[in-house]
Every structure is written in structure tokens, then in C-alpha cells.
């Protein structure tokens, strides 16, 4: 089992930046890509980004592209999601998500909890 525990969501403005953080305990962090996803109200669960075991390797939603930053920390067995240039439709309920064969949209191992980002107009 892999617990994961999502950190540092809030109410932004519109154009501001948030850090999220996703702590992982339980099994060898590094077996595992680590990803991003988000339910706005009334949506469905959508793939926001990923980064591979190494950390050399990210992928990103085209609506993100350029403004969120995924990265880890491999000895805090940690995962940050950078969130700048926010905008009104980036509200929702971010998870943190690890997958040991599984890439991208298609992660779905292990979930977080959530936590929930709201961007104010």
C-alpha cells in the first residue's frame, strides 16, 4: 500500500500561484510515477500532469502547459505541483495519484484524499 497525503491548496486569486505537496509513505517511492489530477464541480476527473520515477521526464494537459510545474524529491518522497498564472477554471479538487506501470491519464493506483484549490475572479 502506498498512502499519499496532499498538502497546500486554498483560495487564490485570479493570477496568483499556489505549491502543491503530495508526502508518499509505505512502499520505495521511486518505484512509482507520481501525477496530478482534478475534479472541478459538476466534471469529471481530468489528468492535469506527470512525473517519471526519476524526475527527468514530465507531462502536462495542453490547458496547463506553461503555467504548472510538476517536480519531486525523491529523498523527501515528495511531489510539488507549481501553480502560477492561476485562473477561475483551475478550481477544483486536486489529487495526487502514484502508479507503478501506469502513465498519465491512465494512473490510478494510488490516490490522495484531495485538496481542494479555489481561484477566485
Known amino acids: 500500500q502506498v498512502q499519499l497525503v496532499e498538502t497546500g491548496g486554498g483560495l487564490v486569486q485570479a493570477g496568483g500561484s499556489l505549491r502543491l505537496s503530495c508526502a508518499a509513505s509505505g512502499r520505495t517511492f521511486t518505484d512509482y510515477a507520481m501525477g496530478w489530477f482534478r475534479r472541478a464541480p459538476g466534471k469529471e476527473r481530468e489528468f492535469v500532469g506527470v512525473?517519471?520515477?526519476?524526475?527527468?521526464?514530465?507531462y502536462y494537459t495542453n490547458s496547463v502547459k506553461g503555467r504548472f510545474t510538476i517536480s519531486r524529491d525523491n529523498a523527501k518522497n515528495t511531489v510539488y505541483l507549481q501553480m502560477n498564472s492561476l485562473k477561475p477554471e483551475d478550481t477544483a479538487v486536486y489529487y495526487c495519484v502514484a502508479d507503478s506501470s501506469r502513465w498519465a491519464s491512465s494512473m490510478r493506483e494510488y490516490w490522495g484524499q484531495g485538496t481542494q484549490v479555489t481561484v477566485s475572479s
Open positions: 512525473v517519471s520515477r526519476s524526475g527527468a521526464s514530465t
